[in-house]
Every structure is written in structure tokens, then in C-alpha cells.
């Protein structure tokens, strides 16, 4: 009896996926511009180094100028740019009215709860990168990036970090002091370089030899890179290494 059950439960979310989907890609669609109109780094252009766009779209999203919106590459995860892109700008702290407002506040509930299998954000990455342009999803990216907090302030988007951390332009920054930045988005408290020097230094060290070709992800959810761990990470931290 409790195996009819969970069949006809299985069968009953297989048939509601599709229709969940359907919705959530036709009000994406139909709130898309709105919330693209209050994203205040839609319009910033990116003052990054050419070499540097490399190595943060090498990190971030390896295959992020091919794929239309999803994609799974080594050490990238579960997310690409796109779809942390669709996540801020569907799910974040603009609200909209009426009932779109209401079917926003629906997605919002689903995805805290069950993040890990709400396909409900891929759908919205592929409305977002069928709207916005690479370059335009590169600088919203590079303009709204959490780099964690100075002062009691937080600090959004690589130039604020770039000033915030080596007190200079994005612009200006050395490699390694860019790769120090690149170093922070997926844990900004864990990999803060001022709370957690030693372990921000070594990531650090991991980006820039992935960058530089002396290694690479061992999978697509090698996130810390552990092939690239130096020599004094293996030996003597192995328990703490990024």
C-alpha cells in the first residue's frame, strides 16, 4: 500500500514538473524588463582588463559565452554566471506588484526551501540570457557581486572591493591581486583576507594556478580546486585547505 503511495506521488510530481515550469518561464518572461529596469548594474560598463575577464569567466563559468544560460563544467558547480545573474534579479529584494508579485513571493518560498532541486532559477536563466546580452550579463555581474563587509558596511561589486581591499581602481589591480578578489565570491566571510588571511592567500594561490594552466578542476563540483593546492597546503593544513 504505502509503495502504491509513493508511485502515484512520483507519477503526480513527473506530470505537475513540466506545468511548474511552463509558469515559471511565462512570468519570468512577462516581469523580466521591470526587473531589469531596477537593477542599478544593468547600465554600469565593465572597466576590468581583458586578461582579467578571462580568468574570472575561466573560474566563474567556464563555458559561460557558449551555453544559453545553464551549464555544468569543471569546478563551476550547480550554477553558471546566468544563473546567479537570474537568481538576484528574480528573486531579490525588488518586489512586484500585484499578482506577479504574489506568483514572485511563491518562486522566492520555493527556492529557499528547496534550492537544491527547484528547477524554477534554470528556467529563469534561460529567459534572462535569451534578453540580456554576454557583455550586459558580465557587467551586471561584476557590478553586483557580494564581497563580503569592511567597516560594518557591505561591500558589492568588484571595483567597490577592488577599492575597498588594495585601495585602488579595478582597472589598476596586478593579477594576483585580482586573482585575490576572484578568490572571495563563493564564501566572502570563509575567504575574507582580512579574517581569514591564511586561507584567503591560498585560494588565491589555487585560482592563479588554474588560471595559468598548471592545473585544473578534477570535476564538475571541484570548487576548491584541489589540484591545485600548494605544496604547504598539503603537507601541513590539509583539514583547513580552501
Given at each position: 500500500m504505502v509503495r502504491k503511495y509513493l508511485k502515484a506521488a512520483f507519477i503526480g510530481m513527473c506530470l505537475l514538473l513540466p506545468v511548474y515550469l511552463l509558469i515559471a518561464f511565462l512570468w519570468a518572461n512577462s516581469v523580466a524588463d521591470e526587473l531589469l529596469m531596477a537593477t542599478p548594474s544593468r547600465g554600469q560598463a565593465t572597466q576590468i582588463h581583458p586578461r582579467h575577464v578571462r580568468a574570472l569567466v575561466m573560474v566563474e563559468d567556464p563555458a559561460f559565452y557558449e551555453h544559453a544560460g545553464l551549464d555544468i563544467s569543471k569546478g563551476q558547480g550547480v550554477t553558471s554566471i546566468t544563473s546567479v545573474l537570474a537568481r538576484d534579479l528574480f528573486l531579490g529584494k525588488h518586489q512586484v506588484d500585484g499578482t506577479k508579485g504574489a506568483m514572485q513571493s511563491f518562486y522566492r518560498g520555493v527556492f529557499n526551501c528547496c534550492r537544491k532541486i527547484d528547477f524554477g532559477r534554470d528556467v529563469m536563466a534561460l529567459v534572462l540570457d535569451a534578453r540580456v546580452t554576454k557583455q550586459q550579463q558580465?557587467?551586471?555581474?561584476?557590478?553586483?557581486?557580494?564581497?563580503?563587509?569592511?567597516?560594518?558596511?557591505?561591500?558589492?561589486?568588484?571595483?567597490?572591493?577592488?577599492?575597498?581591499y588594495y585601495g585602488k581602481d579595478l582597472s589598476r589591480l596586478t593579477d594576483r591581486e585580482f586573482y585575490g578578489l576572484m578568490a572571495m565570491p563563493i564564501a566572502p566571510n570563509r575567504y575574507h583576507p582580512l579574517r581569514n588571511p591564511e586561507l584567503h592567500a591560498e585560494r588565491a594561490k589555487r585560482i592563479e594556478a588554474l588560471v595559468n594552466g598548471k592545473c585544473?578542476?578534477?570535476?564538475?563540483?571541484?570548487?576548491?580546486?584541489?589540484?591545485?593546492?600548494?605544496d604547504s597546503a598539503k603537507t601541513t593544513t590539509p583539514s583547513s585547505s580552501a
Amino acid at each position: 500500500m504505502v509503495r502504491k503511495y509513493l508511485k502515484a506521488a512520483f507519477i503526480g510530481m513527473c506530470l505537475l514538473l513540466p506545468v511548474y515550469l511552463l509558469i515559471a518561464f511565462l512570468w519570468a518572461n512577462s516581469v523580466a524588463d521591470e526587473l531589469l529596469m531596477a537593477t542599478p548594474s544593468r547600465g554600469q560598463a565593465t572597466q576590468i582588463h581583458p586578461r582579467h575577464v578571462r580568468a574570472l569567466v575561466m573560474v566563474e563559468d567556464p563555458a559561460f559565452y557558449e551555453h544559453a544560460g545553464l551549464d555544468i563544467s569543471k569546478g563551476q558547480g550547480v550554477t553558471s554566471i546566468t544563473s546567479v545573474l537570474a537568481r538576484d534579479l528574480f528573486l531579490g529584494k525588488h518586489q512586484v506588484d500585484g499578482t506577479k508579485g504574489a506568483m514572485q513571493s511563491f518562486y522566492r518560498g520555493v527556492f529557499n526551501c528547496c534550492r537544491k532541486i527547484d528547477f524554477g532559477r534554470d528556467v529563469m536563466a534561460l529567459v534572462l540570457d535569451a534578453r540580456v546580452t554576454k557583455q550586459q550579463q558580465l557587467d551586471m555581474y561584476v557590478g553586483s557581486t557580494y564581497f563580503g563587509s569592511l567597516d560594518g558596511k557591505a561591500v558589492v561589486g568588484f571595483e567597490a572591493a577592488a577599492n575597498g581591499y588594495y585601495g585602488k581602481d579595478l582597472s589598476r589591480l596586478t593579477d594576483r591581486e585580482f586573482y585575490g578578489l576572484m578568490a572571495m565570491p563563493i564564501a566572502p566571510n570563509r575567504y575574507h583576507p582580512l579574517r581569514n588571511p591564511e586561507l584567503h592567500a591560498e585560494r588565491a594561490k589555487r585560482i592563479e594556478a588554474l588560471v595559468n594552466g598548471k592545473c585544473e578542476a578534477s570535476g564538475w563540483l571541484d570548487l576548491t580546486y584541489e589540484e591545485c593546492a600548494t605544496d604547504s597546503a598539503k603537507t601541513t593544513t590539509p583539514s583547513s585547505s580552501a
